[in-house]
């Protein structure tokens, strides 16, 4: 049973920055898109970014591309979220979650696509 865990969440300015990492454990397929997600109160869980395992392969959803990087240390079965540029409207709990795959293209990224889910963690921005 793949297990993932995130961390790294707090309360940051606005145009601050903060790292999520989602760290996995009890893989059962070889390859896999991890993609990071996030819900505000109120609205629906979007996807904002993923990455695909054995190529790093990555996808951004137009609301942080430029402003965001995402990145995978297989060694460590860890995926990063650098989050810079924060804004108030980034405010939500960030889920990672995971599906395997066999191709790289990870861009249709809606939550009811993975399987597996962390508990997700706060990232609240401040103005």
């Known amino acids: 049973q793949l297990q993932l865990v995130e961390s790294g969440g707090g309360l940051v300015q606005s145009g601050g920055s903060l790292r999520l990492s989602c760290a996995a454990s009890?893989?059962?397929?070889?390859?896999?898109?991890i993609g990071w997600f996030r819900q505000a109160p109120g609205k629906e869980r979007e996807g904002v970014s993923c990455i695909y395992s054995r190529d790093g392969s990555t996808y951004y959803a137009d609301s942080v591309k430029g402003r965001w990087t995402i990145s995978r240390d297989n060694a460590k079965n860890t995926v990063y979220l650098q989050m810079n540029s924060l804004k108030p409207e980034d405010t939500a709990v960030y889920y990672c979650?995971?599906?395997?795959?066999?191709?790289?293209?990870?861009?249709?990224?809606?939550?009811?696509?993975?399987?597996?889910w962390g508990q997700g963690t706060q990232v609240t921005v401040s103005s």
């Open positions: 979650a995971a599906r395997p795959q066999v191709v790289s293209d990870c861009s249709v990224l809606l939550p009811p696509r993975y399987r597996y």
């Open positions: 009890g893989f059962t397929s070889v390859y896999y898109a």
